[in-house]
């Protein structure tokens, strides 16, 4: 085998195995039959709920998510989309621990305004260290940039979830050298979350290096979100296939394509 090829593992977060490397959103789709069908068609394991606007039996009286995204097949990974300070963020989290049964795998995002909804980073911080010590397995959604997401990392959290541009935005990977950073130093999982708007977005994260890659905007909103869930499903697997193969370098100067030598 040559030296040089990249060993394939596993994701595993929180010393959890899982097959996909596609983490999906359950929300903006149109009922849940899509929910449903586009998270079978994404072949995913963890699907993640955002706790305020997704019923997980917070509602008797309302249609539960876990009927069609079941926790004997899935694992849930209730989310604090929609927080903007610390103090709420961990009570989201109890509540959703108390909801799913003493759960600890969580996704935490702290947001610092509702234009932008990019990370605040000093809230967030505050929010893993609390988390963290209250027993709970934090993958944390945070800014790209290498030094606090070390230190996101040094604190206990699980995995490391940089934006790769503005939620929702759809923009993909904006810049690829803070994630690529970000990558070379972690000894955690390193997933892209938020931004990505199509297959080429997501191949491009895991060419990279990427542990996976988590969305929902760029399925939910597609014209056909079935569709695009398979699209994402083999952009991942096809990424993940690229970054262990190796690519050829980078050349300033054109290489012909059959040898020079020997030629008739």
Not at 29 to 49: G, H, K, M, S
Not at 175 to 203: E, F, H, K, Y
Request: proline residues 6%; hydrophobic residues 45%.
């Amino acid at each position: 085998m040559n030296d040089n090829m990249r060993e394939d593992r596993p994701l595993t977060i929180a010393g959890k195995q899982y097959r996909s490397r596609l983490l999906v959103g359950s929300g903006k789709y149109r009922d849940l039959d899509q929910t449903r069908a586009a998270t079978e068609a994404a072949a995913a394991d963890i699907i993640t709920v955002a706790i305020r606007r997704v019923n997980i039996g917070q509602d008797p009286h309302a249609p539960n998510l876990l009927d069609v995204v079941p926790p004997s097949r899935y694992t849930i990974l209730p989310n604090t989309a929609g927080c903007y300070t610390a103090k709420d963020a961990v009570y989201t989290l109890q509540l959703a621990r108390e909801l799913l049964g003493g759960h600890k795998l969580v996704k935490l995002e702290v947001l610092g305004d509702e234009k932008t909804l990019f990370p605040n980073m000093p809230e967030t911080l505050r929010a893993a260290e609390t988390l963290v010590r209250d027993g709970f397995d934090v993958m944390v959604y945070c800014s790209d940039d290498p030094i606090q997401a070390k230190m996101l990392e040094e604190i206990g959290c699980v995995a490391v979830m940089p934006l790769a541009s503005l939620i929702g935005s759809g923009m993909g990977i904006l810049n690829p050298w803070n994630l690529s950073l970000i990558i070379d130093q972690a000894r955690v999982p390193v997933l892209v979350d938020a931004g990505v708007g199509t297959a080429s977005d997501a191949a491009v994260a895991m060419e990279l290096g990427c542990d996976g890659v988590l969305m929902n905007s760029a399925i939910a909103l597609a014209q056909d979100p079935v569709r695009m869930a398979r699209a994402m499903r083999l952009a991942v697997e096809a990424g993940r296939e690229a970054y262990l193969a190796g690519r050829m370098p980078r050349r300033f100067a054109a290489a012909p394509s059959s040898p020079m030598a020997g030629r008739v």
